[in-house]
């Protein structure tokens, strides 16, 4: 079973960097620990930019971070804040947000002698985290992920910013905004860092004003790690956008401002009719319909949301989907990347295929139902224990299209990374697979079996099945041989035909010639072969 390792942020003490002449602060995180590239722009949140070769500027809460990845560590500068962000939490915030009272590399370590598939990825993708965002900033942005693509996802949670939340005031003179054309950054950055130690100088120290790993004035179907780049042609992206309103890619810094995630009574600001003009969509009315409804909630729907954090994992999971808008994946979202339910696995189409490939084979085929969604949910968390879910993350983002690229020519790269089919040497995969073939295999049979009286009619010929039929001996045949390898065989075996006569003219009794539209090879003399047999009989 695997199981969490605690960092030192788990027991309020953190590492405490004193922040260098030009604002950065280390986090203290080694690679193996934490990649930027591996997890901010692979669809877990949608308020990050890239900003540098190595850095990537974003929101968290009322703050605005930039982050740069260095070989052996990450480190941050807030540029900007709202009125409830004190620099005297910046560290635990970050700290936070990033779920750094877990260390991933233990954990990763325990997931390779586990399963041979993550094994082989693993090298290719250390510190892909998952992140612990606000519950409602979480909601909202996978509301707006349904049946979307990750640049309109990006506008549409800026828009909602920029309309409804809450201006950041810039701490630095000059802020960079994104760079045009890097929404996700990973189809256009292929920098690899080496597992190094961190390089900061950090020691630790208490931390006070936290609760529930939050500072106390604290008040995140489509492929959604896809970057703008493969989200499909120029034709495909022009026609969503008349189906479904404009689409935006607008930076995280709008005219020299940023702003905040806005807030339930922000939210509520807005209307269907705005949403829509906003190019929303149908989504527009799962929006106000959410923020209606979590408004209601006795104590709050942000305070019932931070809530669902104290409760299993399926109450959550039911809880989040009574919400308008909110089905079996982007409730396994906001669980996982909000709720601290680290099990939590969302089934899209990657995973899907990911599942059937490696873990679930005897589900290929099968139409992605409620039920087969808690079946591939039980067969990550069987192999991964209780932190399947971030061990499926590695595995999602080892399918994307631009990392298979990216590690394809890489030097350890094997079968697993090109493409080829890992076989899965379990017990329990053998049993799956045995019984995915013998289901086949009926399915196979039960197929000829139907159709073996329509050729034999077209024959005129009689198989054993016929004969059954006319003596009422049916019963009296094998009936294991539905569920035999044999079956088929013995089938094929008494199988009688009666030679097809030769066709003749009725003068001279000589054969016809093959194919003539007299012998029934016509459309004319086809029908005219119909309507003798049908007197016949």
């Keep these: ?130 992140l612990r965002q606000d519950p409602v900033e979480c909601l909202f942005q996978f509301v707006c992920s349904s049946n979307n ?122 209307t269907e009719e705005a949403l829509r003009e906003d190019g929303f969509g149908y989504r527009a009315k799962f929006i106000v319909g959410s923020v209606a409804a979590l408004r209601e909630k006795p104590w709050g729907g942000a305070a019932w949301l931070h809530g669902l954090r104290s409760v299993p994992y399926q109450e959550a999971v039911e ?19 909000s709720l601290d339910k680290h099990e939590a696995i969302p089934v899209d189409t990657h995973v899907w295929q990911l599942a059937t490939r490696y873990y679930t084979p005897h589900l290929k085929g099968k139409s992605l139902t409620k039920k087969i969604h808690t079946e591939v949910q039980a067969a990550f968390l069987e192999r991964f224990g209780p932190y399947a879910g971030w061990a499926h993350n590695t595995l999602f983002i080892s399918e994307l299209a631009s990392i298979k690229e990216r590690i394809r020519a890489a030097p350890t790269a094997d079968s697993a990374i090109r493409g080829e089919v890992v076989a899965d040497t379990t017990p329990a995969a053998a049993a799956a697979a045995a019984a995915a073939a ?18 034999q009619a077209a024959a005129g010929g009689t198989t054993a099945t016929d004969g059954a039929r006319k003596n009422g001996s049916m019963a009296k045949h094998k009936p294991a041989a539905a569920a035999s390898g044999h079956a088929l065989e013995e089938m094929t075996a008494r199988q009688t035909v009666k030679p097809t006569p030769v066709a003749t003219t009725k003068r001279s009794g000589k054969p016809r010639a093959p194919g003539s539209a007299a012998e029934g090879e016509g459309p004319r003399g086809l029908r005219s072969w119909r309507k003798r047999k049908a007197a016949a009989e």
């Excluded at 890239?50 to 807030?78: A, K, M, N």
């Excluded at 701490?171 to 256009?188: D, T, V």
């Excluded at 809880?319 to 996982?336: E, F, H, M, Q, T």
């Design 438 to 455: 013998q289901e086949a295999e009926v399915a196979v049979l039960a197929t000829v079996v139907a159709a073996a009286p329509v050729l």
């Design 149 to 270: 693509h990750i640049s309109r996802i990006h506008g549409m949670v800026e828009r909602l910013c920029r309309r409804y939340g809450t201006p950041l005031h810039s701490l630095w003179p000059h802020m960079p905004p994104a760079q045009p054309g890097q929404l996700g950054g990973l189809e256009r950055h292929s920098t690899t860092h080496a597992l190094a130690g961190g390089t900061g100088s950090c020691d630790s120290t208490a931390v006070a004003g936290i609760e529930d790993g939050l500072p106390t004035t604290r008040r995140p179907a489509e492929d959604l790690a896809r970057p703008a780049a493969a989200a499909g042609t120029a034709t495909q992206t022009a026609a969503a956008a008349a189906a479904d309103g404009p689409s935006y890619g607008e930076p995280a810094l709008v005219q020299g401002q940023y702003f905040a995630f806005p807030t339930l009574d922000q939210l509520s600001e807005a």
């Design 319 to 337: 809880a989040l989907s009574a919400l308008p808008g909110v089905g079996p994946k982007v409730a396994a979202c906001v669980c996982l990347f």
């Design 1 to 130: 079973m695997t199981t969490a390792v605690p960092l030192a942020a788990e027991t309020g003490v953190l590492p405490k960097s004193e922040p260098q002449s030009d604002g950065w602060v280390s986090l203290c995180t080694p690679a193996a620990e934490l990649q930027l590239d591996f997890t901010l722009p692979t669809g877990q949140s949608f308020r990050w930019r890239r900003t540098g070769s190595d850095q990537f500027t974003g929101v968290i809460g009322q703050r605005v971070v930039r982050l740069r990845q260095l070989d052996g560590d990450v480190e941050y500068q807030v540029v900007a804040r709202g009125p409830q962000a004190l620099a005297a939490e910046d560290a635990a915030v970050l700290h936070d947000y990033f779920n750094l009272g877990t260390s991933l590399a233990e954990l990763a370590q325990q997931w390779c002698a586990a399963d041979a598939r993550f094994c082989t990825v693993h090298p290719h993708l250390p510190g892909a985290r998952m």
